[in-house]
């Protein structure tokens, strides 16, 4: 258990790490920060630790500090706390780009404190204080990305590990190139198409915005709820993973093209042979224990 | 109430047809047939109704009928029914498409019977007959695009309306064409960008099928969901709303190079001005009762 851990960032990642940390017992003091003063008056009043008045306050005495700012925020952040963090202080983040974050914090970073990058595979589409719940990242993975090889890094490492088991999540350590390039796949790439088609049903020619939202049940709906996502830490995430989310966009339209090309010359069996392709891969993501198999999420009257 | 329907195709919108039927008390007899012999043995064991042997003792003496078998199929089961008709009998379907169905059972409809095309805005994305439940249309929209001015055309639409409001769904009354144009947007276009990602992620050169399940949480299991769904009925919504299709399609694509461009020249302000917009649809879309407003869809352990 730490003594003190300090969390810069009261929205929902750092308000769950909040919760988590204190109903695990990870944590004696959680000591929270947000840059906006109305946050920190509401994460005061629904109790999630010791609003600090600022950064450096925070992470004053804290044993581990959590960066929980948008990715292009990190870098600001992690300057206005080096001078004040205490001796062999482990610092870790949540952002869901990892090499972009390393670049920004990395060259502030204290020579008496160690940076193990971090990000949970958890969230929701909603975001500030009050959207943080302690089991936000129960069975949930954890990636970590260290890069200090030294006595003390792994030692960081071990306690990371460890602070994040206790919070419910599996952990898993890969590199930081590795991290970008396949949450390009699974998170980004997602996330762009989704916001690109809610967007865009707001403002076609021909269609009212009325229709879409009215019989959104038959598809659409389910793009509505990513693209409700913050968009300031959206904004950054593509601003600070460029490479690998152009790379897998380029695929992506490619294969699109293929689509569009069938459906417009009735290639038929084309069609059949991908949508199949894709139906098993529901299966896996089900088996393995990311998703649940009843039908709608179970979402509608009875649908289960 | 319907002294006898007959409803042809049991899959997931057939089966829920004939148990909601019942259940409502909108039939008193209901008859299923389905080409396939191992479906129709199953439909027999979970007591769907009373399973024919074919299609034509399945519409014999029926007041109402429900084509339900997917959309490129329609033609040539009404091409089998045709001269077994009752005399009065009200037909229906409910494909995802209203054009081309017109198209396909129009040239065989006897003069002696009534056909009024609809489609229920619900489903799920899982298919069969074990697929089907009774409160699949509880809330949810039903599209009728009748043609028929007729007095008969207007008491079958009467019935009709009738008939699935007592089944619990709320009825609409448009066009074939705007239909058409509709769901391409709502539901068409989001499968097929659902297919195209999931089809795409499982074929990567530098991201393993096994990572892209892994880390699926973070957006991507949502496309899995909607790529579950039954890979013939897709194909032929694709191949019989062609136009209305590659129309939004072009506009997707559109949209997305120009985010992709965004992207590139690291134009934070466009993406977040995009993604602030995409997120007020979300919004209109719970406040239309058309999806939870739980995070996750409630889906995750504790997660609301």
Do not use: C
């Amino acid at each position: 258990m730490f003594e003190r851990i300090a969390i810069l960032g009261a929205g929902l990642i750092g308000a769950s790490v909040a919760l988590a940390a204190r109903e695990a017992g990870a944590a004696r003091v959680v000591a929270l920060y947000d840059a906006n003063e109305a946050v920190r008056a509401r994460a005061k009043e629904i109790g999630l630790g010791e609003i600090a008045e600022s950064a450096e306050a925070a992470v004053m005495g804290a044993e581990l500090v959590v960066l929980a700012v948008p990715v292009g925020a990190m870098g600001a952040a992690m300057q206005s706390i080096a001078p004040h963090l205490a001796q062999g202080a482990i610092l870790t983040d949540v952002g869901s780009v990892k090499g972009a974050v390393l670049n920004a914090v990395g060259p502030h970073l204290p020579a008496h404190a160690v940076f193990v990058p971090g990000h949970p595979i958890a969230g929701t589409e909603h975001s500030g204080p009050d959207a943080g719940f302690a089991s936000l990242f129960h069975g949930r993975w954890h990636v970590l990305t260290p890069f200090d090889e030294s006595e003390e890094g792994k030692t960081a490492l071990g306690k990371l590990v460890a602070f994040w088991e206790k919070l419910g999540a599996r952990v898993e350590v890969m590199s930081h190139e590795r991290h970008d390039v396949v949450l390009a796949v699974t998170s980004h790439l997602p996330h762009l198409i989704a916001f690109n088609i809610v967007a865009m049903a707001e403002d076609l020619e021909n269609v009212t915005e009325t229709e879409v939202v009215k019989y959104s049940a038959s598809g659409f709906r389910d793009f509505t709820r990513i693209a409700a996502s913050d968009p300031t830490m959206w904004r950054d995430v593509f601003l600070n993973n460029r490479e690998a989310v152009l790379e897998v966009l380029g695929r992506f339209s490619e294969d699109l093209a293929a689509l569009q090309r069938a459906i417009r010359w009735g290639d038929g069996q084309s069609l059949y042979t991908i949508f199949d392709r894709a139906r098993r891969m529901r299966r896996e993501v089900i088996d393995a224990g990311q998703d649940t198999p009843a039908p709608n999420w179970g979402r509608d009257t009875k649908g289960e």
